[in-house]
T-cell receptor, first 116, second 115 residues
């Protein structure tokens, strides 16, 4: 069964700290790995990774995929209280058969709390 | 504002009842995917509609059904509600169905509570 596992499940840090969130996956027909930030309800897109070893950056956030280890990390440097949210990792599958088309497999999420 | 509108935002239903949730997709998008997010869990794929036809389904029983209309808006129907159906139901619209996740715009969800 396709599975995505995130760790830690929750994390409390202070402003200015650097955090690393982990995502590992066991899926057939891997196509892409995505990171989302969920503050209240609607997840917002952060990164999509398809190639191993290529870091994607956006401001203080960065992410990298390791296809050999079937994992990805999301780094947040100089954390701010506005970074408090649930961070979701999801894997998109190659379309094969109608069941996989367009389907994302999500992990449980990591709840990050940044204290002032 | 996300561009994807879901209604209602909150809903309380009694076990055994039926419910219809609605999603208006972002302008220019022709694909709608529905996800169920239980408390403390990640979203789980229910199904996807592409150009008015179901285009993939997750491990949900047949009492979960859907529709997509010519304007690409969508409905999720759940019959014979069970307590475990209590969750946040998220709708995501996109253009095309070949690249899962890319270009998804999520709505803010409908919080369904079954008592």
């Amino acid at each position: 069964e396709d599975k995505v596992v995130q760790s830690p499940l929750s994390l409390v840090v202070h402003e200015g700290d650097t955090v690393t969130l982990n995502c590992s996956y066991e899926v057939t027909n891997f196509r892409s790995l995505l990171w989302y930030k969920q503050e209240k309800k609607a997840p917002t897109f952060l990164f999509m990774l398809t190639s191993s070893g290529i870091e994607k950056k956006s401001g203080r956030l960065s992410s990298i995929l390791d296809k050999k280890e079937l994992s990805s990390i999301l780094n947040i440097t100089a954390t701010q209280t506005g970074d408090s949210a649930i961070y979701l990792c999801a894997v998109g599958l190659e379309p094969y058969g109608s069941g996989n088309t367009g389907k994302l497999i999500f992990g449980q999420g990591t709840t990050l709390q940044v204290k002032p | 504002e996300t561009g994807v509108t879901q209604s209602p935002t909150h809903l309380i239903k009694t076990r055994g009842q039926q419910v219809t949730l609605r999603c208006s997709s972002q302008s220019g998008h022709n694909t709608v995917s529905w996800y169920q997010q239980a408390l403390g869990q990640g979203p789980q794929f229910i199904f996807q509609y592409y150009r008015e036809e179901e285009n993939g389904r997750g491990n949900f029983p047949p009492r979960f059904s859907g529709l997509q209309f010519p304007n690409y808006s969508s409905e999720l129907n759940v019959n014979a509600l069970e307590l475990d159906d209590s969750a946040l139901y998220l709708c995501a619209s996109s253009f095309g169905s070949v690249q899962p996740g890319a270009g998804y715009t999520f709505g803010s969800g409908t919080r369904l509570t079954v008592v």
